[in-house]
């Protein structure tokens, strides 16, 4: 189940980073950069992952027209992360350039990221996208950009783990979901609305569980890694 896990190190700047990987390296391999690490540490950060043998998600949501979502997701390519995403709301044009890039890459070198489209963040709820002026259902705008990634052709979306069941309907069951929002029963939600535990997430097909603050905020991190592979792996 450490596979599934992945770790966010949603934290300002790299030595920290490099304590919490140092504590959790032998339980957890796959880790998400997000974009505080990532814009004061940039690539060199990146590549002291990778040459600890660890996975990469680069969690930057490149959001913009097609030609620069594209050539920014060329650069990255070359950090040899392992998955990356672009918010599934740039539209199915930056999405097509987004699978171009990827398709591209295979041919010349064999080997790509995952690259997975955001839809809703776990932050907002029905409340949050009324406010914005949109008039349908939450669920409804999830499924909608959902398709439009994979009609791009791109592997998968950013989700709530509560989205999955109807993602995988429309989608197909090899359509790649990664969950935020994971919380055991006890821990603190912070800014986070759509929550779920991590063993309902994986019930309900969720591929990947990202987990932050409930195990890089622990006073025992690799305990607080343990305890979520525990319940992770109970049938």
Do not use: W
Request: glycine fraction near 6%.
């Amino acid at each position: 189940m450490n596979e599934k896990l992945i770790v966010a190190l949603d934290v300002p700047e790299s030595s920290l980073a490099l304590n919490i990987v140092e504590e959790l390296k032998e339980v957890v391999t796959f880790f998400k950069v997000g974009m505080e690490l990532f814009y004061r540490e940039g690539p060199s950060f990146i590549y002291k992952l990778k040459n600890l043998g660890l996975k990469v998600f680069l969690d930057l949501k490149l959001h913009d027209i097609p030609n620069t979502v594209a050539r920014a997701l060329k650069n990255l390519f070359n950090l040899e992360i392992d998955m990356v995403n672009v918010h599934a709301l740039g539209g199915q044009e930056m999405l097509k350039a987004s699978y171009e890039v990827k398709n591209e890459a295979l041919k010349v070198s064999g080997k790509a990221p995952l690259i997975l489209g955001v839809t809703v963040l776990t932050s907002m709820n029905q409340e949050s996208l009324e406010k914005l002026g949109f008039k349908f259902e939450l669920n409804h705008l999830v499924s909608l950009l959902a398709k439009e990634t994979y009609d791009a052709g791109l592997d998968g979306v950013v989700a709530s783990a509560l989205e999955v069941p109807l993602i995988k309907k429309v989608c197909g069951p090899d359509f790649i979901t990664v969950t935020p929002g994971i919380r055991r029963a006890f821990d603190e939600n912070y800014d986070q609305k759509r929550v779920i535990t991590p063993k309902k997430a994986l019930k309900l097909g969720a591929d990947y569980l990202v987990v932050g603050r409930p195990i890089t905020g622990a006073l025992n991190r690799r305990e607080a890694a343990q305890k979520f592979l525990e319940e992770m792996g109970v049938d």
